[in-house]
């Protein structure tokens, strides 16, 4: 496989040395499979090394997204300063996405515990009311469900009933959620929000 990627031995002779040699050309052969193009697959087979290098991996074991994106980090401190500053965010990304399709390819991807709903019970209800008496379609209730899971989280770092709900929470969250949310967003969760209130 990695002959037909590089054309330097020395390249060919350190992706076949580095650890895991038989589970990133299953990997790669997997992509190519998928119609994954020559330069992915080189860029691939590159990031690969770095990969098992700074997760240290000389086995197969099961890892966090938490201890990939810390190596990530590490990864990216360790390489030249310019390219650094010019690539740092998409690099990360590159590194990140790659490591859990990887990870997950061979069935070692550690998914995180999903914290429990806060108010489940309401929300629950209320997604029954979306669909049984508004009649509203799987994908609109799917977008309500998700504002409103993510506003209720954020109201139970402060009110322990749901009954204390006001326009100030509301307010409050939007506030909050501005700072990376665009106006689009804003607009959405406000007019979602705004139902749960009412029920």
């Known amino acids: 496989m990695f002959e037909s990627l590089f054309t330097s031995q020395l390249a060919v002779h350190r992706h076949r040395t580095a650890p895991l040699r038989k589970e990133r050309e299953q990997f790669l052969v997997d992509l190519r499979r998928q119609g994954a193009s020559q330069a992915t697959l080189w860029q691939s087979a590159s ?6 290098e700074f997760l240290n991996l000389r086995n197969l074991r099961p890892a966090t997204f938490q201890e ?4 990530a980090k590490i990864w ?3 390489r030249e300063p310019k390219r650094v500053r010019t690539v740092g965010r998409c690099a990360i990304y590159g ?6 399709r990887f990870l997950n390819f061979h069935g ?15 929300l629950s209800k209320f997604l029954t009311f979306l669909t049984l008496q508004k009649g509203l ?19 139970a770092t402060r009110h322990r009933k749901f009954s204390a709900v006001s326009l100030i929470d509301l307010d409050a969250y939007l506030l ?3 700072k990376k949310w665009t106006a689009w967003m ?6 979602r929000l705004d139902q749960v209130r009412l029920r």
């Open 186 to 191: 804003l607009r959405q969760a406000a007019n």
């Open 68 to 71: 990939i994106k810390d190596a």
């Open 176 to 178: 909050w959620q501005s």
């Open 137 to 155: 379609r799987p994908d609109t209730v799917k977008s309500y469900r998700w504002h409103v899971e993510q506003f209720l989280v954020w109201f």
């Open 76 to 78: 990216l401190r360790n």
């Open 47 to 52: 990031r690969l090394v770095y990969i098992v």
């Open 108 to 122: 070692y991807l550690t998914q995180p515990a999903k914290p429990s709903q806060p108010f489940s019970d309401r």
């Open 95 to 100: 590194f990140t996405g790659l490591a859990r």
